[in-house]
């Protein structure tokens, strides 16, 4: 966790990821491929039985298929509900064997 004397010192505040962090080639999108390779590690070492992401969008879902060797996650864990149903990534999670939960 960030300290708040680290957030304070920030120039772009206490949420500077979402600003940047999630364009392509950044390195929160590097971050989360390095962190995919490292569970990926874990179900090959027999530590889990099953690896799988939470609040991916489409867009780093397709990210993290370039560069995985174990597609698919096994579930995409997201916020979806009446009044956010997000259509079009649950008919991608559909359509790449990911369940949403």
């Keep these: 966790a960030r300290s708040n004397d680290v957030i304070a010192q ?15 080639g950044t390195e929160l999108q590097n971050l989360r491929a ?15 039985r099953a690896i799988g992401v939470s609040n991916f969008t489409i867009r780093h879902l397709v990210a ?8 698919p996650p096994a579930v ?9 149903p997000q259509r079009e990534l649950v008919e991608y999670c559909r359509k790449e064997g990911i369940v949403v939960q």
């Design 64 to 71: 993290l298929k370039r560069t995985a060797r174990i597609w």
């Design 34 to 48: 390095e962190t995919w390779r490292a569970m990926e590690d874990s179900l090959y070492a027999g530590k889990v």
């Design 10 to 24: 920030s120039p772009n505040g206490a949420f500077a990821y979402a600003k940047t962090g999630h364009a392509p």
């Design 76 to 84: 995409n864990q997201i916020e979806c509900h009446p009044y956010n």
